[in-house]
């Protein structure tokens, strides 16, 4: 008995071990270690949503108008801002006509992109708008000698025969060159998972420079707005604090029908929902009214741009090539590939940032992938039919999430297609420019301030009395803002010798967000410290990734723990003995390692609704992580094995995120207990077998 007793220990201890590294190696699904139901649901309640529309949320139709265009006077100020500058630096002058087609196209691409992009893109509610970043390097490709600005009283002379557009267009297709190469290379970066290789780097530490500094380095932007003239911005501030935090609770009466009550009083919670709007009526009205009665400033008066409504046309359709064929230059390649680089590295920051702001687990690998990859195609699309400037993330409007509590796709969607409508109908796109920029200074300064406590936030999960992360954040910040504003006062401080190289390296270091959180990534990365020091176990776990880290898996040797390993072990050897007769004999059971179809298989049943039916916890989770799911293929591409190996579709099974152990040999996985889990076929951050 003593020697079937220890071949069944043998048997059972093989078993146990190739189970675990099957588990362990196996890379080609994820799983998630169950908790304590308890600790779940005691989680949850610690944490009250404050989102009043989740990402899939439907408002009413009326609603969902009054949400986009919430939105969009958040970035209309901002996305206006782009071709305007821009018509400038390729010498436009006073061809209003002009300057309206291409505000028309600017507007029609940030529709198109912002509907790509929630979509199929990262599924996050993130509108797309002009990339302020591309200007200064526009700016210096229009400094060479040969695309400066000539004479243009010949052209516009009132008996010329020289068409103005010969001065104009080979600039505006020069440029439209370098940006549609770039964002090829952003599409390869997206495309092809590169860009998920950094992600499994990257932590707070890395998001919290990148992401803060997004919204200092916007402070010259508010400035430029709300200086126009500072009371009515005050004024514009102030409604928005009223409406959005001190009447937030405050419930408006307003009539209504049904058939069954008939003709009753509903409660509306006005202010919660549309603080932008109503602060954007009230001061735009009052502006009306001091332009009525004449004693407003010229920088105050709501007729300032009525040339733009009058020289609009009622119709205009945007199509690639309408300026001429584009053109390449390695200047134009060089300094448009620096700034695309900085803009994904802000816009990795803006979708967590994001996804933060609207209650959601933080996307995975194959959804910034996606996300990025989408993002270079719209820049490629802006490029081909000659916008001027190229799309990004806006992160003015992930922090409108946050004190307008509306996260819902379905408005983003709507203020998609008002951009695109803006771009068709010439004059929807020209009213929209005519709010007064004091109006505009005061909604973008709330914004950006919303933007930078969103970075600020993930401070919560990093160790702070720890000398090497406050070492770490607080140079990055200050390094951050103190290069590009370096760069800025001496603009001919750098000196290579190669005019080219000096721009690209000039724009680079320009960039506040790209030098912080460069830096910061270099340092988190580099100098020694721990998962818990440096804020990535609970960054991860708390936010709900996909992969959830018991205690036992960072080896912290609580008793506690050690006990229930015992525990759950002493339970596994029972389960293995089975009675025979009336004697104490045991016989060996057999146990079945799955293979990884198998797992992928189970993984796929599982969103189905094919196995065991998960927990309400579970189920929430789930439903959370499929937000990032490509709408209507997503089963069909389960079905293709093939596609496990695409790094932008869901299934993607090699997602870069993970905290397994890269040497199996002396670390906690030789003390690792079998635990009960459930297999997702939906690929993410800890997408690996974590054990």
């Known amino acids: 008995m003593t020697r079937i007793a220890r071949l069944v220990s043998a048997e059972t201890q093989t078993s146990r071990t190739l189970q675990m590294a099957s588990l362990c190696c196996s890379s080609l699904a994820a799983a998630t270690i169950i908790k304590d139901e308890k600790k779940v649901e005691s989680k949850s309640e610690k944490t009250k949503p404050q989102i009043q529309y989740g990402v899939e949320d439907v408002p009413a139709p009326h609603l969902c108008l009054l949400f986009g265009l919430q939105q969009l006077f958040l970035s209309i100020s901002s996305t206006i801002t782009v071709p305007l500058v821009v018509s400038v630096n390729i010498c436009i002058g006073d061809l209003y006509v002009e300057k309206a087609k291409l505000m028309s196209t600017f507007l029609f691409m940030c529709g198109v992109c912002t509907i790509l992009q929630c979509l199929i893109g990262v599924r996050l509610p993130i509108l797309q708008g002009g990339c302020h970043k591309f200007l200064p390097a526009i700016a210096a490709l229009m400094s060479l000698e040969t695309w400066k600005c000539p004479d243009m009283s010949p ?41 998920g290789v950094l992600l499994q780097y990257i932590g707070p530490i890395t998001v919290v420079p990148t992401v803060s500094l997004v919204g200092f380095s916007l402070i010259e932007v508010a400035q430029k707005f709300c200086q126009a003239h500072w009371g009515i911005s005050a004024f514009t501030v102030g409604l928005l604090f009223l409406f959005s935090l001190y009447l937030t609770n405050v419930n408006v009466p307003f009539p209504a029908y049904s058939r069954q009550d008939g003709c009753h009083i509903i409660r509306y919670p006005l202010f919660k929902l549309m603080p932008v709007i109503l602060a954007v009526v009230i001061a735009w009205g009052l502006c009306a009214l001091l332009t009525v009665f004449d004693v407003a400033p010229a920088s105050l008066r709501t007729d300032a741009k009525s040339v733009v409504l009058e020289s609009a046309d009622w119709f205009f359709f945007p199509y690639p090539g309408q300026w001429g064929v584009p053109t390449v230059s390695v200047a134009g390649v060089i300094a448009m590939l620096a700034v695309t680089i900085s803009s994904v590295i802000e816009s990795v920051g803006v979708f967590y940032a994001c996804a933060r702001t609207c209650e959601v687990p933080p996307p995975p690998a194959h959804a910034v992938n996606r996300g990025i990859a989408v993002e270079g195609i719209g820049s490629l699309f ?86 090497r992360n406050m070492t770490i954040i607080g140079t990055s910040l200050l390094v951050g803002l103190m290069i590009p504003r370096f760069i800025e006062q001496h603009p001919t401080a750098i000196n290579t010798g190669i005019p080219d190289l000096d721009r690209v390296i000039a724009v680079v270091l320009g960039t506040s967000m790209f030098v912080g959180g460069v830096m910061a990534f270099l340092l988190d990365n580099t100098v020694p410290g721990t998962i818990e020091e440096r804020g990535i176990e609970k960054w991860r776990c708390e936010t709900e990734f996909e992969t959830e880290i018991n205690e036992e898996d960072v080896d912290t040797g609580n008793q506690s723990q050690q006990d229930d390993d015992k525990k759950q072990e002493s339970e596994a050897e029972n389960a293995t003995k089975i009675p025979n007769g009336s004697n104490n004999e045991t016989k060996p059971t057999h146990i079945d390692i799955p293979t990884d179809e198998a797992i992928l298989a189970q993984g796929s049943r599982k969103r189905n609704g094919d196995i065991q039916k998960m927990t309400p916890s579970q189920e929430t989770k789930q439903n959370k992580r499929s937000i990032y799911d490509i709408p209507l293929i997503t089963p069909y591409l389960e079905k293709l094995p093939f596609t496990r190996y695409m790094p932008f579709l869901p299934n993607f099974a090699f997602s870069q995120f993970s905290f397994s152990c890269k040497k199996c040999k002396g670390c906690r996985r030789n003390k690792w207990k079998p635990s009960p889990i459930v297999l997702t076929s939906s690929a993410g951050v800890g997408d690996q077998f974590s054990s």
Do not use: C, H
């Open 155 to 195: 052209y516009t002379a009132a008996n010329s025969t020289l068409d103005p557009g010969e001065v104009w267009k080979p600039r505006i297709r020069e440029i439209q060159g370098g940006i549609m190469v770039a964002s090829l290379f952003q599409i390869l970066v997206g495309s092809t998972g590169l860009l």
């Open 382 to 467: 802006s490029g081909a039919v000659g916008s001027g400037g190229a799309t990004t993330s806006y992160s003015q409007n992930v922090g409108a999430i946050g004190f307008t509590r509306v996260a819902s796709r379905s408005a983003f969607y709507v203020a998609g297609a008002v951009f695109l409508l803006g771009g068709i109908v010439g004059k929807v796109g020209a009213f929209l420019t005519t709010v007064p920029d004091p109006v505009l200074g005061g909604i973008v300064l709330v914004s950006f301030g919303m933007v930078t406590s969103v970075g600020l936030a993930a401070l919560s999960f990093i160790d702070m009395s720890s000398a």
